[in-house]
């Protein structure tokens, strides 16, 4: 964990180490006084341990609201969006990193331009493999076929809903072995059928693209792209910067009308 300690106020500060140099002197009365010293053990431990994890929780806040604020401004051909977006997401770790991997899965709009420059190897600084989701779905965009193999490989042990457009992306791979791990991950992912429909939903980015027949038969005949609902770019309750119901853009409308009509 690592703490901003340059946005705390000398207050916050002052809270901070008083209860930490507190509670260390409260251990030097257990000789004396066992139960007084054991009460302000708690008291001001309590109050330093309670201190760090409100910090710690803003900054995650903090994080995912600048991470929010670039993939909403980031449009599909914006490259220089996505040039500062991937050094923003590259670092992030534990919850932080979560989040905006969520978030960031969460918007279709944003996901088709990183994928579209990706492919187009435009995007400088994607990461190999780490030890967090967030490293591997990002891994997973790297023009080195090994290193994307090694990430959906990744991706595939412990599968999560979140990896769906990026598992989907690469089962679309020019490189077999790529395509295979992907498929693979995919095959563990819809073990959950609540994960069905976001790959679903990923498949009609795809679903004109060589090698997408694959994938489709994995997914069945039921899976249509006219008839999925309606999916909108959204990060922490924003959908596309406007309000729900309204049309996003190509990337976000299905033709839902002639769904209807066929009813």
């Known amino acids: 964990m690592r703490l901003r300690w340059r946005q705390l106020t000398a207050s916050e ?22 139960r007084s010293a054991t009460l302000c053990l708690l008291f001001f431990g309590g109050g330093a341990v309670f201190m760090l994890h409100l910090w710690r929780r803003e900054a995650v806040t903090e994080a995912t609201a600048e991470i929010a ?6 449009g599909r051909h914006d490259l220089p969006g996505y ?9 992030l770790r ?6 905006a991997l969520a978030g960031l899965q969460d918007c279709a709009k944003s996901l088709d331009g990183l994928f579209l420059h990706a492919r187009r190897r435009e995007l400088a600084g994607l990461p190999e493999p780490g030890d967090t989701p967030l ?18 490989n ?18 679309v791979d020019h490189v077999g072995a790529v395509r295979s791990a992907a498929l693979a991950g995919l095959r563990a992912l819809l073990a959950d059928e609540s994960a069905w429909m976001p790959v679903a ?33 959204r990060f922490q309750g924003v959908y596309c910067g406007i309000s729900f119901g309204q049309s996003c853009d190509f990337v976000d409308r299905q033709p839902a009308a002639g769904s209807a009509g066929r009813g």
């Open 13 to 34: 500060h002052l809270g901070l180490w008083l209860s930490t140099v507190l509670a260390l002197v409260s251990l030097a009365g257990f000789a004396t006084d066992p």
């Open 69 to 74: 604020a670039l993939v909403l401004s980031t």
């Open 83 to 91: 040039q500062r977006l991937i050094p923003a997401l590259t670092p």
């Open 94 to 99: 534990g919850a932080r990193a979560a989040a």
């Open 135 to 152: 490293s591997w779905a990002l891994a997973s965009l790297h023009p080195d076929g090994h290193v994307r193999e090694a990430a959906v």
């Open 154 to 171: 990744a991706m595939g042990r412990q599968p999560q809903s979140v990896f769906a457009p990026f598992l989907v992306e690469r089962a």
């Open 201 to 233: 939903r990923s498949y009609r980015r795809v679903a004109g693209r060589r090698h997408a027949d694959a994938l489709a038969e994995l997914l069945g005949p039921q899976v249509r792209v006219h008839d999925l609902a309606p999916v909108c770019c």
